[in-house]
């Protein structure tokens, strides 16, 4: 079993988190229910920024608020120092209304509309992170109309193919990201975004992929970007302020899960940056990053409650499975669905006890919403209340309606406090933009009215 963050067992041999028992909380808010550990989001947070800053100091990181974005989590980030990579309009709004630091927000998106551009511009946030040809046009026009100026990085694709799921993989040529280096698009986008007065080019930008549990990729990213850099130099003259080398670092989803450690991703990377730069003889640029797992992955851990347990036979050894439905699934975490992810569980009211049965925890959706297949578990009855770990990232922030499921709260745990940050949705929120046009509303009138006659 692995304990992450604040999670322990405690006296009664429940699950806790931030010093509140889990079956607490459950019992609260009911379930599913997302719990959020601040403390090791702000240890994270610290951890990663120290882990750059003491090798190399001209450093930026910025939250990439897909993983895990509300209102709430938006000054948590602001206190720690950090920056947000926002990358739609409802992020940009989030963060805006929660009046995050404007300067400390960078804009992606491979397809930005207009309507996000303006509030960018207008707003003045950071750095828009220019990924193709139409969105320096529409920029152009838009700082023009508003007698503004935008700073800006260039994303480009360094052509590295990591190890990782093929959905969550961006960095190789082949993809609908950024600018091509090997073609010159890249180069071309530069000198494009330089002839426009409005524009401030200030430096490049790639994201290589997620959840890499090695750096290879990453250094190979490096490589071809300072490449980029001393081409960008002696093609136009201009020095890149800024090399933002995206996010990508990998969390624990199991036990035998061994991402690289802050330290040791640090090392890496600055070293072969530094050397790269050296060797090629350029300034050494700000370095910025945009991790959005690392930090908030392992800080998440979704509670169900037990529902109905099968065993039904199977062809294969044991001869049996034994399906423990809980109240969640698809619509809380895709993620198995979409990307084979895998995870592990704790059975939070029985926590100490040994977690030697071997079960499929699965969902309630109408279709076979698996989380985990095979997971290891204490021996199970229904009402037991069930803590599914690394559930921060990318789940919350994925969550849908399927089957008008209503999706879950989410609570910030810390020091034996509970807030809740977003509230469980209701029936009421399930209808709420329907609309039923005349002729229907009649219709069903005339046949509410048959009925009771
Ligand atoms: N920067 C850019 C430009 C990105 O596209 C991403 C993630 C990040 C930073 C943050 O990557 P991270 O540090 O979190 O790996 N929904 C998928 C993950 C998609 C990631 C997309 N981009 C999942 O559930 O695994």
Known sequence: MMLLGTQRINEVGNLEIGGCDVTRLAAEFGTPLYVMDEALIRENCR???????????????CYASKAFLTMAICPLIEEEGLYLDVASLGELYTALRAGFP?????????????????????????????????????????????????????????????????FISTGQADTKFGFNIQDGSALEAVRRTLAIPSLHFDG????????????ESHEGAVDA??????????????????????????????????????????????RRLTAALDAAGLPYPTLQQEPGRALIGEAGTTLYTVGAI??????????????????????????????????????????????????????????????????????????????VQTTGAYNYAMASNYNR?????????RDGQ??????????????????????????????????RS
């Not at 529409?138 to 193919?161: F, K, N, S, W, Y």
């Open 418 to 451: 509970a807030d809740l940050i977003v509230e469980r949705e209701s029936l009421t929120d399930i209808v709420r933009k329907d609309r039923v046009p005349a002729r229907l509303r009649q219709r069903s009138a005339r046949g509410a009215s048959r009925s």
């Open 47 to 61: 951890r990663y920024r120290a882990a750059f800053e003491s090798r190399y100091p001209k450093n930026i990181i």
């Open 204 to 215: 490049i930008h790639c994201h290589v992929g997620s959840q890499l549990l090695d750096t």
């Open 102 to 166: 404007r300067r400390r927000i960078n804009l992606h998106g491979n397809n930005k509309s207009r309507e996000e551009l303006e509030l960018a511009v207008s707003r003045g946030i950071g750095h828009i992170v220019v990924d193709n040809f139409l969105e320096i046009e529409m920029l152009e026009a838009v700082t023009r109309e508003q007698t503004r100026q935008i700073a800006v990085l260039i994303r480009a694709t360094p052509g590295v193919d990591p190890d990782t799921h093929k």
């Open 225 to 270: 970007m300072v490449q980029l850099m001393q081409q960008i130099r002696r093609e136009t003259g201009v020095a890149c302020n800024v090399l933002n080398l995206g996010g990508g670092l990998g969390v624990r989803y199991r036990s035998e899960h061994r991402p690289p450690t802050f330290d040791e991703f640090a090392e890496t990377i600055t």
């Open 405 to 413: 499921f209503l999706r879950p709260a989410v609570v910030l745990v």
């Open 310 to 387: 099968k065993t039904v036979p199977i062809l294969q050894e044991p001869g049996t499975r034994t399906y423990v439905s809980v109240d969640g699934g698809l619509s809380d975490n895709p993620r198995p669905q979409l990307y084979d992810a895998v995870y592990e569980v704790i059975v939070a009211n029985r926590a100490g006890a040994p977690h030697d049965q071997t079960v499929t925890i699965a969902g309630k959706h109408c279709e076979t919403d698996v989380l985990i297949w095979d997971a290891k578990a204490a021996p199970l009855q229904p009402g037991d209340i069930l803590a």
